[in-house]
């Protein structure tokens, strides 16, 4: 259930920045969104996001940079070792350039440059480019 809560909140920015919305809200929420949020700000595919009433239900509100193409969750577990993450990039990235896979690894939520630099492997939760 909370991939699904990822993949909707995912397609939920994508879809309120392609309609040139400044903001999107999230809701319900999970630690592991909070955490693909992160790194999508620290890539610079968000401005910030403020966390809402996170005890009860909980909502995230997001300020859009307008770069999000295509944000993607995958509902199935896709396990990686450390060596395949650059063919698996390779296979779901439209270009080198730019985009991200985020995993989720046993030193916490990754994108695929910072789990390859830590040499470490895990499971696929998204991407987004």
Known sequence: ??????????RTMVNADRRGNATARLQ?????MVSFLNIMKHRGYIKNFEVID??????????LHGRIKDCKAL???QDLRA????QYRVRMLPTRQWG????????GVLDHEEAIRQN???QVLGYFH
Not at 54 to 63: D, F, M, P, Q
């Open 54 to 63: 996170l005890h009860r239900v909980g909502k995230i509100n997001v300020e």
């Open 28 to 32: 319900p929420i999970s630690g592991v």
């Open 83 to 86: 060596k395949e993450i650059e």
């Open 120 to 122: 470490v492997g895990g």
């Open 1 to 10: 259930m909370g991939r699904r809560i990822l993949n909707d909140a995912l």
């Open 75 to 77: 509902t199935y577990r």
């Open 100 to 107: 991200y896979v985020v995993i989720t690894t046993p030193n």
